[in-house]
């Protein structure tokens, strides 16, 4: 199982440290990915990291967002930046492969007021 934490409401052009924590063997073995969902849109990828330490960013968030994780801690992060009211939603972190991420936390909600 996967926890996210760290989620809240800020103002815009504020940062948020969004964290996952998991069981050692997903952490050792699975891509971990963030996603989030808006009211009414559908859920998108945000940024992947391999359980090597390599790491993809959306190209519509790269200089903003980051992620790293920690094996040692069991942790994903998130670092969010220059949050915008349009990054408000719920967001999830995940683990699988690159094209089946099938463990899913239950979601940090995230709110950036104007």
């Known amino acids: 199982q996967l926890r996210e934490s760290g989620g809240g409401s800020v103002q815009a052009g504020g940062s948020l440290r969004l964290n996952c924590t998991g069981s050692?063997?997903?952490?050792?073995?699975?891509?971990l990915g963030w996603f989030r969902q808006a009211p009414g849109k559908e859920r998108e990828g945000l940024a992947t990291?391999?359980?090597?330490?390599?790491?993809n960013v959306a190209d519509f968030l790269k200089g903003r967002f980051t992620i790293s994780r920690d094996n040692a801690k069991n942790t994903l992060y998130l670092q969010m930046n220059t949050l915008k009211p349009e990054d408000t939603a719920m967001y999830f972190c995940a683990a699988g492969t690159p094209y089946d991420f099938s463990t899913w936390g239950q979601g940090t909600q995230v709110t950036v007021s104007s």
């Open positions: 050692a063997d997903i952490f050792a073995i699975y891509c």
């Open positions: 990291m391999d359980s090597g330490g390599f790491a």
